[in-house]
């Protein structure tokens, strides 16, 4: 059974940095599209950054610079570190698995959320002024 566990979300204050993490069971996240995305109360889920089984990444435009997603094989966890938080970073982040092209994301940037079938249960991040 495909299961994703987010872990690491907080609350820091703006230009800190944090590591979220996304423990992945039942699967090799090497054979699948791994994203995070993130949501604020109200409106549609934002994509954040994507890996590939060939390690090809990419970045929303909103976090290129700041963010950096990364895996570890050994741990079978996918990591998103953030740093030099901004309030506008405030939502619940989410890791995201996509099996239906054997590790290659269907698009390389602006993934939607309907092109992700497993999700983790979210972990927040509140980023204070």
């Known amino acids: 059974q495909v299961q994703l566990v987010e872990s690491g979300g907080a609350s820091v204050q703006a230009g800190g940095s944090l590591r979220l993490s996304c423990a992945v069971f039942?699967?090799?996240?090497?054979?699948?599209?791994m994203g995070w995305f993130r949501q604020v109360p109200g409106k549609e889920r934002e994509w954040v950054a994507a890996?590939?089984?060939?390690?090809?990444?990419s970045y929303a435009e909103s976090v290129n610079g700041r963010f950096t997603i990364s895996q570890d094989n050994a741990k079978n966890t996918l990591y998103l570190q953030m740093t030099s938080l901004k309030p506008e970073d405030t939502a619940m982040y989410y890791c995201?698995?996509?099996?239906?092209?054997?590790?290659?994301?269907?698009?390389?940037?602006?993934?939607?959320?309907?092109?992700?079938?497993?999700w983790g249960q979210g972990t927040q991040v509140t980023v204070s002024s």
């Open positions: 890996i590939d089984s060939g390690l090809t990444i």
């Open positions: 995201a698995a996509d099996g239906r092209y054997g590790g290659t994301c269907i698009r390389r940037f602006n993934l939607n959320p309907k092109d992700f079938g497993y």
């Open positions: 039942g699967y090799s996240y090497r054979t699948y599209c």
